[in-house]
């Protein structure tokens, strides 16, 4: 199992970026994007459950970030628009089995390798 992360990089303020996560080996039930910057804890930034029904966000980015998943490729994305200086983080994927909603990062079982988000004033 495998999860490969894409699509960072350099941005100005209220740009925009849209991640990818290509899993390979199996298909999850949930997929989570995380988010850390230096100095801080892993954060939760958004999730997609099941078919791609259910879509949760942390407050700091609702409004600005989507999640998609396209089942047929096995890919999760992360739209990120009117991108700001504090959204500046490695940006992680993840799976898990379960349907239940957590930000929890110990909940899921499967991480990508990170992509650097840096978002410029």
């Known amino acids: 199992v495998q999860l490969q992360a894409s699509g960072g990089g350099l941005v100005q303020a209220g740009g925009s970026l849209r991640l990818s996560c290509a899993a390979s080996g199996r298909t999850f039930s949930s997929y989570g994007w995380f988010r850390q910057s230096p100095g801080k804890e892993r954060e939760f930034v958004a999730d997609?459950?099941?078919?791609?029904?259910?879509?949760s966000y942390a407050d700091s980015v609702k409004g600005r970030f989507t999640i998609s998943r396209d089942n047929g490729k096995n890919t999760v994305y992360l739209q990120m628009n009117s991108l700001k200086p504090e959204d500046t983080a490695v940006y992680y994927c993840?799976?898990?089995?379960?349907?239940?909603?957590?930000?929890?990062?110990?909940?899921?079982?499967?991480w990508g390798q990170g992509t650097q988000v840096t978002v410029s004033s």
């Open positions: 997609i459950r099941s078919s791609g029904d259910s879509t």
């Open positions: 993840a799976a898990r089995g379960k349907v239940l909603f957590t930000t929890t990062p110990s909940a899921y079982d499967y």
